[in-house]
């Protein structure tokens, strides 16, 4: 009972980092002012346009496709596969467990074999292409290992060293109700808690904020009407008009 109340507490402790450092650089983005219209063109001169090219950058990458194939498919297969182990996930909080996350749990083994993958590509994009290697700062790197222990911890309960499915859910669904239970003694599964823990603890302070990021990005947000429409920014509406002339005698 002592080790699940350890880790409920920091679980608490950095889900509360995790949710007001987020929130606050959330914050910070909305309040920064965009003074420039400054689309990344070809770029769509509508709000429809602008919301399209949003879904196409969030969903499919867009940019990053144009930019380089492999960055792309490596950065995609391990965002999908995230994407798809964190809604796999939800079976531990709910119960009964919603009907589409047991209907998503067969493509869970195949979606984190594709995370890891994924970040394995990654890695060796920032390790071989000199180019990037020269740009890649320790941070980066720790980053993408952290994220490979995580993925491959979980690989290793999912397939090889069992833990017990019953206790943790219960332990989990303890945490949303507090109403702390006995978490397993595994150590791949305390491992695998302990990483999770610490990059929720570093999220906000780290390069991972472009996920909230890119939806405050003005090459992407902003429409490219710079002819028909004066963009003024709205710290610069406040300031006073410039006289036209000077006084003469």
Same mark, same amino acid.
């Given at each position: 009972? /002592?080790?699940?109340t350890i880790f409920a507490g920091l679980f608490y402790f950095a889900t509360a980092v995790f949710l007001v450092g987020v929130g606050a650089r959330?914050?910070?983005?909305?309040?920064?002012?965009?003074?420039?219209?400054? =689309?990344?063109?070809?770029?769509?001169?509508? %709000?429809?346009?602008?919301?399209?090219?949003? @879904?196409?950058?969030?969903?499919?990458?867009?940019? /990053? @496709?144009?930019?380089?194939?492999?960055?792309?498919?490596? !950065?995609?297969?391990?965002?999908?596969?995230?994407?798809? *182990?964190?809604?796999? %996930?939800?079976?531990?909080?709910?119960?009964?467990?919603?009907?589409?996350?047991?209907?998503?749990?067969? *493509?869970?083994?195949?979606?984190?074999?594709?995370?890891?993958?994924?970040?394995? !590509?990654?890695w060796a994009r920032r390790v071989l292409v000199d180019r990037i290697r020269y740009i890649s700062a320790p941070s980066d790197h720790l980053m /993408?290992?952290?994220?490979?222990?995580?993925?491959?911890?979980?690989?290793?309960?999912?397939?090889?060293?069992?833990?017990?499915?019953?206790?943790?859910?219960?332990?989990?669904?303890?945490?949303?109700? @507090?109403?702390?239970? =006995?978490?397993?003694?595994?150590?791949?599964?305390? *491992?695998?808690?302990?990483?999770?823990?610490?990059?929720?603890?570093?999220f906000p302070f780290s390069k991972l904020l472009h996920a909230p990021g890119v939806f405050f990005s003005p090459t992407r947000n902003m429409r490219?009407?710079?002819?028909?429409?004066?963009?003024?920014?709205?710290?610069?509406?406040?300031?006073?008009?410039?006289?036209?002339?000077?006084?003469?005698?």
């Amino acid at each position: 009972m /002592l080790l699940g109340t350890i880790f409920a507490g920091l679980f608490y402790f950095a889900t509360a980092v995790f949710l007001v450092g987020v929130g606050a650089r959330v914050a910070r983005y909305a309040r920064t002012p965009a003074p420039l219209v400054i =689309p990344t063109t070809p770029a769509p001169t509508t %709000h429809a346009g602008v919301v399209a090219r949003m @879904f196409r950058e969030v969903v499919f990458f867009e940019s /990053l @496709f144009k930019g380089s194939k492999w960055s792309w498919l490596f !950065g995609w297969l391990f965002h999908f596969g995230m994407l798809i *182990v964190l809604a796999q %996930h939800f079976r531990y909080f709910t119960q009964p467990v919603w009907s589409w996350v047991v209907m998503i749990q067969w *493509v869970g083994s195949y979606a984190s074999f594709a995370m890891f993958a994924g970040l394995a !590509g990654l890695w060796a994009r920032r390790v071989l292409v000199d180019r990037i290697r020269y740009i890649s700062a320790p941070s980066d790197h720790l980053m /993408l290992a952290l994220l490979l222990a995580i993925a491959g911890s979980g690989l290793v309960m999912k397939h090889s060293a069992h833990t017990d499915i019953v206790s943790l859910k219960a332990f989990s669904l303890g945490l949303v109700s @507090f109403d702390w239970q =006995p978490l397993p003694a595994d150590a791949p599964l305390l *491992v695998h808690l302990s990483l999770v823990i610490i990059l929720m603890l570093i999220f906000p302070f780290s390069k991972l904020l472009h996920a909230p990021g890119v939806f405050f990005s003005p090459t992407r947000n902003m429409r490219d009407n710079p002819r028909e429409h004066r963009h003024v920014a709205p710290w610069a509406k406040e300031l006073p008009e410039r006289s036209g002339g000077t006084d003469g005698a």
